[in-house]
């Protein structure tokens, strides 16, 4: 959105002038007015990383390195999404979302899973560590998906908790550009490492119309999950090589996914 910068300060020997600035200040306003009308309406939050962020990418890129057994020539961001995207091509769908749990497994220290597991998990029939894991995650992962927020979701017995997270542009999957990677790479392997290694259920509803996603800790998926028949982004790079091969019929859904 257009923001408006202040005036310029005039002194008092100018009011007599103050006319002629109000009349600029309306014209710049219109100005302003105008040029918002032509900004995507949801273009991407920006987040500033800080150090710890970086040291988060780099382990992380380097992890997903180690799996993938190669590594890109670009750097930073762009670099971890060339290897995220090798991960998912090498691979099939299941065997993509494996890697991806031993990815997330391997960044943390050998026990503290288990023990979080066995010890936090089950207090308070679980929303203590609903609650904790939103926290932690909406505090240190800004740096892969973006501007994040903690909010209340419904949960299965009808209360509500703090135990969700509102990514409010998810750049990970803006800058994929593919369903299959967001589904394959983070959403099923993210669900499942949570579940299965943390006891806490978690349900990810990515929008693949304005790129945000919503984390609700302590909601488990359901059987038929809708995202998994989304067809491909149109920009996706690899939808468009397999459009370009086509013959007669579009895929109505991601062959990633």
Known sequence: MATL?????????????LHTTNNHR???QLSAQS?????DPVSRV???????????????????????????????????????????????NSETKDAAVRILRSLFPPMLLELYKILIAPVARGKLAAVMVARVTALS???????????????????SLPS??????????????????????????TQEFFMDHMGVPLLMEPNFNDYSCQFKFGVSPPQEDSTLKEPCL?????????????????????PKA
């Open 5 to 17: 910068l202040p005036l310029p300060l005039y002194s008092i020997s100018q009011k007599s002038k």
């Open 26 to 28: 309306l014209l710049f």
């Open 35 to 39: 040029r918002d009308t032509t900004i």
């Open 46 to 92: 920006e987040y500033t990383p800080g150090v710890l962020d970086h040291v988060f990418l780099k382990l992380f890129r380097n992890k997903m390195a180690q799996e993938v057994g190669w590594d890109s020539e670009k750097p930073d961001y762009d670099g971890l999404i060339d290897v995220a995207n090798r991960l998912m091509l090498a691979r099939t």
């Open 141 to 159: 992962c800004q740096w892969l998906m973006g501007t994040c927020t903690v909010n209340n979701v419904d949960l299965p017995d009808g209360s």
């Open 164 to 189: 969700g997270v509102f990514v409010e542009r998810c750049k990970y999957l803006e800058e994929s550009k593919c369903v299959g990677i967001c589904v394959n790479t983070c959403k099923l392997p």
């Open 234 to 254: 149109e920009i996706c790079p690899n939808a468009t090589r397999r459009r370009t091969a086509a013959t007669n019929t579009l895929e109505m859904k991601c």
